[in-house]
């Protein structure tokens, strides 16, 4: 079993960057994907960005341009870096790990992802 913990959420202004962090318990035991989700109140969860274990990243457009995902692999790290923030990107983000490296779009569900971590709240 795999535990996931998000970190780094915060309050930041308007334009301001946030990077999160997602720390495993254990590194995954076969080729994976792993994701970042958001949900704002009200809101349904949405895929924010995801990797795979070959390296190979996803992102939903609108965030693109502006949000950047990697993996440490030596540390079971997970990072999402956001920059150039707006309100609307205020949610908790969680992240989720789970296998089948050949699906791995943000398109994915977050049920899914067979680990999900609790979530990190970003207030912008």
């Known amino acids: 079993h795999v535990q996931l913990v998000e970190s780094g959420g915060g309050s930041v202004q308007a334009g301001g960057s946030l990077k999160l962090s997602c720390s495993a318990s254990a590194p995954m035991d076969s080729r994976y994907c792993m994701g970042w989700f958001r949900q704002a109140p009200g809101k349904e969860r949405e895929g924010v960005a995801n990797i795979n274990s070959e390296g190979v990243t996803a992102y939903t457009d609108s965030m693109k341009a502006r949000f950047t995902i990697s993996q440490d692999n030596a540390k079971n790290i997970l990072y999402l870096q956001m920059n150039s923030l707006a309100p609307e990107d205020s949610a908790m983000y969680y992240c989720?790990?789970?296998?089948?490296?050949?699906?791995?779009?943000?398109?994915?569900?977050?049920?899914?992802?067979?680990?999900r971590g609790q979530g990190t709240q970003g207030t912008v």
């Open positions: 989720a790990a789970g296998y089948n490296a050949d699906f791995c779009s943000t398109r994915r569900p977050f049920n899914t992802f067979k680990y």
